[in-house]
């Protein structure tokens, strides 16, 4: 990726990044190895490989903990973890979201606790995990990834963007609540990025042109317009900002 800002206070931060090795989630890894924090992040899936790129690249190797984020308690202790590596977390990205496709009447009470566990219930648990740590540190940034898919109404996975409004109503929430201690709460609403799992799964030439259609900026979204927003609410650069829902979508949606 091509560094377009450098973000001087991010550099020795302990980041926490949930997902953080694939997709969006690895473009934000790097992006902040890149500003010089201290990184750890946990993903499900073996991401050992993704580390030895980093490594190579940066001379710098993340934290890769091996989590499933709807295991609260291993979530926590990944926390914990990660916090005895790099010192107090001062900030935290819940990234991590399964946006499985699903008719409304095939949803399974199984099915919806499972989605709200993966989309909404680990963001919170999350966010207590490092409130004690930001609270130490003197304050903080805790960023939970939101999508537009609510703000437009999507149809075909009705959970997900249940899960999506409720993350913004969140954030505004335990922004007012942790104010007081410095610690900021954002949500950030990607619109449609080109990663390979959205290529190889959703995009037809026809799906494609059509979003495009709808975007002021007819630019394809790439993970790198995502990782420089996120990096901007990271820092002390965005400090008075909190409780806000940033959509970084090509202008397809309008906020306020």
């Known amino acids: ?5 450098t973000f001087h206070d991010l550099k020795g931060a302990s980041v926490f990044i949930t997902g ?7 473009s934000i890894t790097e992006g902040f190895i890149e500003q010089g924090a201290r990184v750890a992040f946990v993903q499900r899936s073996d991401a050992s490989g993704f580390c030895d790129e980093m490594e190579e690249k940066h001379r710098v190797r993340p934290l890769f903990i091996q989590c499933d984020i709807t295991d609260i308690p291993a979530l926590q202790a990944a926390i914990a973890r990660s916090a005895d590596a790099h010192g107090p977390i001062t900030t935290l990205i ?7 496709r699903h008719a409304t009447e095939d949803v399974t009470e199984e099915f919806w606790d499972w989605s709200q566990a993966i989309n909404l219930k680990a963001y919170f648990f999350a966010c207590q995990a490092v409130v004690a740590g930001m609270r130490e540190a003197g304050g903080g940034s805790i960023i939970n990834f939101s999508s537009i898919s609510y703000m437009m109404g999507n149809a075909g996975y009705p959970s997900y963007t249940t899960a999506n409004a409720g993350l913004n109503g969140m954030s505004r929430s335990l922004a007012r609540e942790f ?8 949500a950030l609403a990607p619109g449609w990025v080109m ?4 290529r190889e799964m959703w995009v037809t030439p026809e ?6 259609d709808r975007q002021c900026l007819k630019d394809e979204l790439e993970p790198r317009d995502i990782v420089d927003a996120v990096l ?18 090509g202008g397809v949606v309008v906020t306020g």
């Open 232 to 249: 901007f609410l990271a820092s002390n650069t965005s400090r008075m900002m909190t409780g806000q829902m940033m959509v970084v979508d």
């Open 195 to 198: 990663t390979p799992k959205q």
């Open 20 to 26: 953080g090795g694939a997709g969006i989630g690895a």
């Open 207 to 212: 799906a494609l042109a059509a979003h495009l």
């Open 1 to 5: 990726m091509m560094t377009t800002a």
């Open 94 to 100: 819940n990234n991590a979201a399964n946006d499985k």
């Open 179 to 186: 104010g007081p201690d410095r610690i900021r709460v954002n």
